[in-house]
């Protein structure tokens, strides 16, 4: 063996016989406090600076007027806020579904807490859009079954809340039991299938409502429940939507 090999097989050696197994005994982390303290980068601020500007001003357009303050706490089973939030999913959504199928949306369900800001007197700009409606939920048609309709006029009933509905009609009894339903002023059939426009996140079952989950047919618009606000704010002049009659519970 020549000296060469002797010092390769000795560094070998050496190193498996001081090869220890490591392992872990303690995690320390440091917080870091992101406040007013730490000092901006002034490259990067001037960068991004046009870019703000440019997004702060879109959003700020006016684009409408609203006649009152509405919001969600204003009714008991529908709130002018959620009626009209509901027509307009109706009204903007529908034009696409028709485009794309030829057929028309029967009715729409909405869920109470998705609205997440009121809508003030005055100016409507897009950025009312996004304080209304801040997620990126998207318009979805769901084709129910009549006995899915069944379960969603149960969970109407049952929930005793005003989630935003439009081209439905609920009555309930001071029990909150079903006296009438009827979808675009006709009497349900729950024997035919009905498309319903909703949001993608209850269709997934969010807020418990699992009666979409088995639908037969499922088509997705690509059009965010946000962007129908903004197109519908921008077509028209005021707002001044009302509490109504599409779901109530009859007086004595």
Known sequence: MTFKHFLILFLALGIVSCKKEIHLNKIEGKRIEINDSLS??????????????????????????????????????????????????????????NKRTGKDIDFVLLNHGGIRSIISKGQITSRTAYEVMPFDNAIVVVDLKGEQVK???????????AHPISKL????????????????????????????ATNDY?????DRMNFFKTNDSLYVLDYKVRNALIDYFKKVDTLNPKIDNRFIKQAN
Do not use: C, W
Not at 177 to 194: E, G, H, L, Q, R
Not at 202 to 206: A, D, E, K, W
């Open 40 to 97: 901006s980068d002034v490259d990067i601020e001037a960068y991004i600076k046009p870019y703000r500007e440019h997004v702060n001003n879109d959003l700020d357009s006016i684009i409408a007027y609203a006649l009152d303050t509405y919001s969600k706490r204003d009714g008991e089973l529908n709130t002018a806020i959620g009626n009209l939030m509901a027509d307009i999913v109706y009204e903007q959504g529908n034009a696409v579904f």
């Open 169 to 196: 009609e609920l009555i309930l009894d001071n029990d909150y039991n079903i006296i009438s339903s009827k979808v675009k002023d006709n009497a349900i059939d729950f024997t035919k299938n009905y498309y319903v």
């Open 151 to 161: 379960e969603l006029l149960d969970y109407l009933a049952e929930a005793k809340r």
């Open 202 to 206: 209850l269709y997934n079952g969010g």
